[in-house]
């Protein structure tokens, strides 16, 4: 009979099927969709306000200025205000005057027109058009026999066609009144909203501090600290959003109107700023901007060859603004992944036209600030954010589920950039074999995905043979705080503390002085062999030597012919050890009985579980000392070397 428990055909567990939504999901739901419904039919409202938040998150920083220069609250506001509308009125004050130039200038350009369609009509457009008509022509005459038969044998021989008859429609008398309200509401419409958009800014930027306060009094008096990093959280990263879409937006209508002056289209800086504004729109905005400066090319030069550089011009910058520079910019500055800019824009566009494709990343952001500081709107930032979607161990154990010790050894070098080697392997490896442990527990892991988990494990280990446990160097890089962690990140906190060093070999006690003094035996789950390996790895870069023993070296059978004889310390590795861990005490029996006064250290990674809390569990079970990380249990081996050193000591 098999005398490792690993080897043994363990019959299939059961897992329970997956879990249906329940009534807490199905409410988040209808709350989700009543909100959505709230937004669609109250855009009229919310369009408005949102707009007023947004500008004022552009003028804060121009208030805060103001403020310094001791120019009070309320006239850094009355200034901020002004500035803003100046900056507004000066752009369409230019848009205007170019307007009214180009306006004077259409009778020529209309002729210039006409003079190229004409030689475009003799040329092949003509012959294109002819050959059209002719089949437009064929089609109607059969259309007409068809219909003519079909009249005929419905009507009879005998049958009259009516005669059509002249109708006429009056319209009635316009009254001034209604007059009025045709010529002037596409007007007063948007100012009136212009007018609601500054009273609100105006009482934002007034009321900031007490809105904010109010705000943090609501959401999270609970959490102060939390609430104040959310909200200045969301404040830089809308701030700097905005900042790089106007810096983007401007630099992209620079390029376009010197473009239009080398090629030589009239009006380049009214092309400039109209080619800025509409970049606002996201994705569509650039290209709509293109057409009237191709049509105004088409319109000024005889021949084509403006008309193909103009649109040349708008085919490559729009091109290379848009897919290249800006997602890389935006993901940068937002937090946002570019997925998550292209579904947004489609979503806010759906709800609220036109301002909802402007508005919809400053939306995505709030939402993505949200869900790195809520707990239960954790799935925003999953879903929205740039930030891998998976956490390190998550990436570890999926990889090595996959046999893919490539990929594992490549995150695991991007990771040991800002970590020393104990952590890595304590925070990240050893949590990842746990999963996998528990995932063949259940049933779900199969042995060929066993056998992968296993052989990427051990080429992990011999690739960092050579590299040492040494805490990284940052290159004098501080932290921001407003760096802040995932929920996942928090989880699974980083320590780059390593353990010491031990003694140079001639210095060590007698018996800790050859190759391999400690003896790391590892469990009897399916890949305690794996944490045994990491664990003798560290303790030789820490100046142990170490060797490993599967788990039936020191079963029943295999005890006997274990050699202990250079042994003076022996580490047994557990990835899982749940309920009476009496195997574990009779496994330190049998150790104990072939060999007498060699200490024992149990590990239990990365959890100690019922037997580190409970101290009578852990005198029954029978070891020297338990740790929970490997970092633990070479400080441990270290520790029994310097009291086996002192002791020897003492005794001369």
């Known amino acids: 009979m098999p005398t490792d428990v690993t080897d043994a055909v363990k019959p299939p567990a059961q897992v329970p099927p997956p879990l249906v939504p329940g009534l807490r999901g199905l409410l988040t739901l209808a709350v989700g969709v009543v909100l959505v419904e709230a937004l ?75 003079k190229k369609f004409a030689g475009l009509q003799e040329g092949w457009l003509g012959e294109a058009n002819r050959v059209i008509a002719r089949f437009s022509h064929q089609v109607e005459n059969a259309t007409q026999k068809a219909d003519a038969s079909g009249t005929a044998a419905a009507t009879g021989p005998a049958g009259d066609t009516p005669k059509a008859q002249l109708v006429r429609i009056q319209e009635p008398e316009i009254s001034p009144l209604e007059l009025a309200r045709k010529v002037l509401g596409p007007v007063f419409e948007p100012l009136t909203t212009v007018g609601i958009v500054l009273v609100v800014v105006v009482f934002l930027l007034l009321q900031r501090e007490d809105l904010r306060n109010r705000m943090i009094r609501l959401f999270g008096s609970s959490d102060l600290h939390r609430t104040t990093v959310a909200m200045d959280d969301a404040a830089k990263r809308l701030g700097t959003y905005f900042l790089a879409q106007l810096g983007m937006n401007a630099a992209f209508g620079v390029i376009v109107g010197v473009g239009l002056w080398f090629i030589g289209v009239p ?10 504004l509409m970049r606002f729109v996201p994705y569509i905005g650039a290209f709509v901007s293109g057409i009237f400066p191709v049509a105004l090319a088409a319109a000024v030069d005889p021949g084509w060859s403006m008309v193909i550089a103009t649109a040349a011009l708008f085919l490559i910058a729009e091109p290379v603004f848009g897919q290249v520079i800006e997602p890389l910019l935006y993901g940068h500055s937002t937090g946002l992944s570019p997925f998550a800019v292209i579904v947004s824009t489609l979503f806010w566009g759906f709800l609220w036209g036109p301002i909802g ?5 400053p939306f995505t952001v709030c939402l993505v600030v949200l869900g790195r500081h809520v707990d239960s709107l954790e799935f925003l930032d999953i879903l929205l954010g740039d930030r891998p979607p998976l956490t390190p161990v998550e990436n570890f154990y999926q990889r090595m589920l996959a046999g893919d010790p490539d990929e594992v050894r490549e995150l695991a070098e991007g990771m040991l950039k800002d970590r020393s080697l104990s952590s890595y392997y304590d925070e990240v490896a050893l949590k990842g074999l746990q999963l996998a442990a528990n995932d063949f527990a259940r049933g779900v892991v199969t042995p060929a995905q066993l056998e992968n988990i296993r052989s990427s494990s051990r080429s992990l280990v011999e690739d960092f043979e050579d590299h040492d446990d040494v805490e990284p160097s940052h290159d004098g890089k501080a932290v921001s705080p407003a760096d802040t962690l995932t929920l996942a990140e928090r989880t699974h906190v980083k320590t780059e503390a390593v353990p010491g060093q031990a003694a140079p070999r001639g210095e060590l006690p007698e018996g800790w002085r050859g190759e391999a003094p400690i003896l790391c035996l590892a469990g009897r789950g399916p890949l305690d062999e794996a944490s045994s390996a990491m664990l003798a790895q560290l303790l030789r870069k820490h100046g142990l030597g170490a060797q490993v023993a599967p788990y039936r070296a020191a079963s029943r059978e295999g005890i006997r012919d274990l050699d202990m004889t250079d042994v003076a310390m022996v580490c047994v590795s557990y990835l899982d050890i749940t309920g009476n861990p009496s195997h574990l005490r009779y496994l330190l029996e049998r ?26 569990v852990g005198r029954e079970v029978g070891a020297d000392a338990y740790v929970s990380s490997l970092r633990d249990a070479v400080e441990a081996c270290l520790s029994a070397a310097g009291h086996t050193a002192k002791a020897e000591r003492d005794a001369a």
């Open 357 to 361: 494709l402007i508005l919809a990343t």
């Open 40 to 114: 669609y039919f109250g855009r009229e409202v919310f369009i408005p306000l949102v707009l007023a938040v947004l500008l004022s998150f552009v003028l804060g920083p121009v208030v805060n200025l103001l403020r310094r220069a001791r120019l009070g609250r309320v006239p850094s506001v009355i200034v901020a205000v002004l500035l803003a509308l100046g900056v507004i009125g000066g752009i369409g004050a230019v848009i205007g005057t170019q307007v009214a130039g180009l306006a004077g200038n259409l009778p020529q350009y209309q002729a210039t027109v006409q």
């Open 591 to 616: 150790l104990r009985r072939r060999a007498p006064g060699v200490p024992i250290l149990v590990g239990l990674w990365p959890v100690g579980e019922k037997v580190l809390t409970d101290e009578a």
């Open 267 to 276: 009006n380049p800086l009214l092309w400039g700023v109209f080619s800025a």
